[in-house]
């Protein structure tokens, strides 16, 4: 619990699928695909990335120009960067933002998330792909993004960080026996208690189940008897009307 942080500082895929990151198996195949994947950093991307932001949930008519007026207002920029379909050419609504000084960069990463752009609030943090050690980007599963529809939520990232653990070492000691023998000896005992019971209960039932067959079949006797003697009533009350 002393090195907890709700920022992951090192990315593990099935820590991010947890929302605590104490999970120890994974819960969707996503997480499996970014397990096994082993992804390296695109080299074609230039530029610092320590000074470079993330920029998510534009709009796709969102342009440079628009970044470049909004993001301009906290420094120099040096670069901007919008994902674009390589057969459409329209915008994936992501982009990257390189600012010349890093005053620049921890003032546009304070202030402009969920800043609303073209009617859209948008979201802003550091880039991770070439700072965050073990990256896996949510095309293979990874990332710290998701929808809850999906079920393919991710944590420990700004958006959605972990939530601390629950942890109480003292209550599962002494639930688990750290307490005195006569507690432990008395839970095995009403272990075996309950047992016999049951035991004795499935004997007692077994004994009476004969029992009840005997009384249904001499009921079924008696019926029997009764229905002979009204038919006999009958007939001879005929036999007085002749």
Do not use: C
Request: no cysteine.
């Amino acid at each position: 619990m002393a090195d907890w942080a709700p920022i992951a500082k090192e990315y593990d895929p099935l820590k991010a699928g947890s929302i605590d990151g104490t999970d120890e198996e994974p819960h969707d195949r996503a997480i499996w695909r970014a397990m096994l994947a082993r992804y390296e950093p695109n080299k074609g991307v230039t530029g610092d990335p320590h000074l470079t932001l993330f920029v998510a949930r534009l709009n796709l008519q969102t342009t440079e120009e628009k970044l470049k007026e909004v993001f301009s207002r906290y420094g120099d920029i040096r670069k901007i960067r919008l994902v674009r379909d390589l057969v459409t050419g329209f915008s994936k609504g992501y982009g990257f933002i390189e600012y010349k000084e890093e005053r620049a960069l921890l003032k546009a990463h304070r202030d402009a998330n969920r800043l609303v752009i073209d009617q859209h609030e948008i979201f802003v943090d550091f880039e991770l792909e070439r700072t965050l050690k073990g990256w896996i980007p949510r095309r293979l599963g990874g990332g710290f993004g998701g929808k809850k529809e999906s079920g393919q939520l991710r944590f420990g990232g700004r958006d959605r960080p972990f939530r601390k653990p629950i942890n109480l070492p003292n209550m599962k000691n002494d639930f688990y026996g750290e307490g005195s023998s006569e507690k432990r000896n008395w839970s095995r005992e009403g272990t075996r208690d309950w047992r016999t019971r049951d035991r004795d209960h499935e004997r007692s039932r077994d004994k009476r189940w004969p029992e009840r067959e005997r009384s249904w079949a001499w009921g079924d006797s008696e019926r029997e008897r009764d229905s002979k003697e009204e038919r006999s009533r009958g007939r001879e009350r005929k036999d007085r009307d002749r």
